[in-house]
């Protein structure tokens, strides 16, 4: 694949910008600016880069970059968007799974586009861009070709997703991860109790993960609901008696479950 | 680590078993018999090994194992051990998660044990027993020290867990594993009735997994539930409208994480 090489300006010194300004300097990128509220957040992550200038004036005005990446907080972006002066026409992304396109819209002087990793990121841990699934959405082809190769220089996975569909993903993230996430701690909980370490269901979990996402989810359920046996579930929900919202999950996982077999 | 070579007869040649004997072989162990109900089934797994003897015949009292280890259904064990014969002072373990130790109460001419590898097998998905964790149980010292030794040769995650402990091992799993997958499968399919890809999702799944296997789950709940973002959830639950089931487990899982936060 060829490598293109582009002028890229970071605002934001998170998790997010932590891991990203590094990546797209190894895709062979140029990382011209860094900004952040706070100068020494800038000037930390611009040290880890060849030639990043750290700043925490969002004045860009003087400046000529092929694509401004924003990566802040959902709540911090509308201010620094407000605060924030571009060169006219600059394509300006976000990073947010969450907020829209639209977000963009009271600033006609710029074109803004969404740049979003889908994966959640923590400063310690590192992580391989090259499985992330990039969604991209702009209105402008140009600037969404460009968004294309950018992300392609770091991913194999790269889907253009328009803000309805970020939000239908958003969702169904909120079940696969969130959600799920909750059932692990329900599960530590009631091993932790017991004596017994949540770890000796590692390998379980991972193979199940492993399963759902190599067929239909639904097409792969075991345990007690799907094989009907009534006998193990009055026994299991009569153990979580003293704990009435894990009987509420239980009784209702079970029973959609067996609605879907 | 030592290796002791134990004289070991299968009873069963489905899954579990297909697994289990190449690997005991491979760990020093010599598999003498295979015992299946279907003689065709014994001899397709003996095949694979080196020394075993197929046969549809569960008269074993003219053998000598120093382990019997019976990998069948739940359903299926009952009969076959009414059925076997066993020399005098066997050692018999079944393999399964929710049978007590107390199923061999009535054979008292033989020691009963558990020998439970706490992960699911598919005939055709390769397994690496060395991070599989082994529930032990016996009441027998000198055939604990065995089964140790045994398991002890496959995995480096050997533990003693009574049938008591067992059973809540097995309502852990229901939560991380069954009660997950159906998640997953709900994801998905509001993934699909998007023209969204579920596989977009599965590096934040395995995330999901690491991070709740390295520290306490509660503690890295992420998502619109535990921010009380009343915004999303009520935008959220407004879009699984048509899905009243959907939209309970929505709701009750919130409420859920909210009570632990």
């Given at each position: 694949?060829?490598?293109?090489?582009?002028?890229?300006a970071?605002?934001?010194?998170?998790?997010?910008?932590?891991?990203?300004?590094?990546?797209?300097?190894?895709?062979?990128?140029?990382i011209?600016?860094?900004?952040?509220?706070?100068?020494?957040?800038?000037e930390?992550?611009?040290?880890?880069?060849?030639?990043?200038?750290?700043?925490?004036?969002?004045?860009?005005?003087?400046?000529?970059?092929?694509?401004?990446?924003?990566?802040?907080?959902?709540?911090?972006?509308?201010?620094?968007?407000?605060?924030?002066?571009?060169?006219?026409?600059?394509?300006?992304a976000?990073?947010?799974?969450?907020?829209?396109?639209?977000?963009?819209?009271?600033?006609?002087n710029?074109?803004g586009?969404?740049?979003?990793?889908?994966?959640?990121?923590?400063?310690?841990?590192?992580?391989?861009?090259?499985?992330?699934?990039?969604c991209?959405?702009?209105?402008?082809?140009?600037?969404?070709?460009?968004?294309?190769k950018?992300?392609?220089?770091l991913?194999?996975?790269?889907?253009?997703?328009?803000s309805e569909?970020?939000?239908?993903?958003?969702?169904?993230?909120?079940?696969a991860?969130?959600?799920?996430?909750?059932?692990?701690?329900?599960?530590?909980?009631?091993?932790?109790?017991?004596?017994?370490?949540?770890?000796?269901?590692?390998?379980?979990?991972?193979q199940?993960?492993?399963?759902?996402?190599?067929?239909?989810?639904?097409?792969?359920?075991?345990?007690?609901?799907?094989?009907?046996?009534?006998?193990?579930?009055?026994?299991?929900?009569?153990?979580?008696?003293?704990?009435?919202?894990?009987?509420?999950?239980?009784?209702?996982?079970?029973?959609?479950?067996?609605?879907?077999?």
């Amino acid at each position: 694949m060829e490598k293109p090489a582009y002028k890229i300006a970071l605002l934001g010194a998170g998790n997010v910008a932590w891991h990203l300004a590094p990546a797209l300097e190894k895709a062979g990128h140029e990382i011209v600016y860094v900004y952040s509220r706070t100068l020494a957040n800038a000037e930390a992550l611009a040290q880890n880069l060849k030639a990043a200038q750290a700043t925490d004036q969002p004045d860009f005005s003087q400046t000529s970059a092929d694509l401004y990446i924003m990566a802040v907080k959902d709540s911090a972006l509308p201010e620094l968007l407000q605060a924030a002066v571009f060169p006219e026409n600059s394509l300006v992304a976000h990073t947010s799974g969450t907020l829209p396109l639209m977000v963009f819209e009271p600033y006609k002087n710029i074109r803004g586009a969404v740049f979003y990793p889908l994966q959640t990121f923590s400063k310690n841990t590192p992580v391989s861009f090259r499985n992330i699934p990039f969604c991209l959405e702009t209105t402008d082809e140009n600037a969404m070709l460009l968004l294309q190769k950018t992300a392609g220089s770091l991913s194999e996975q790269v889907y253009k997703v328009n803000s309805e569909e970020r939000k239908i993903l958003h969702l169904a993230a909120v079940f696969a991860c969130n959600f799920t996430n909750h059932l692990f701690g329900i599960s530590a909980e009631i091993l932790q109790q017991n004596h017994l370490r949540f770890e000796m269901l590692q390998p379980l979990v991972e193979q199940t993960v492993q399963k759902a996402f190599s067929q239909n989810p639904f097409s792969v359920q075991t345990g007690p609901a799907i094989r009907h046996d009534e006998n193990t579930i009055q026994t299991q929900l009569q153990f979580l008696q003293t704990n009435p919202t894990y009987q509420q999950i239980y009784e209702l996982l079970t029973r959609s479950i067996q609605q879907k077999s």
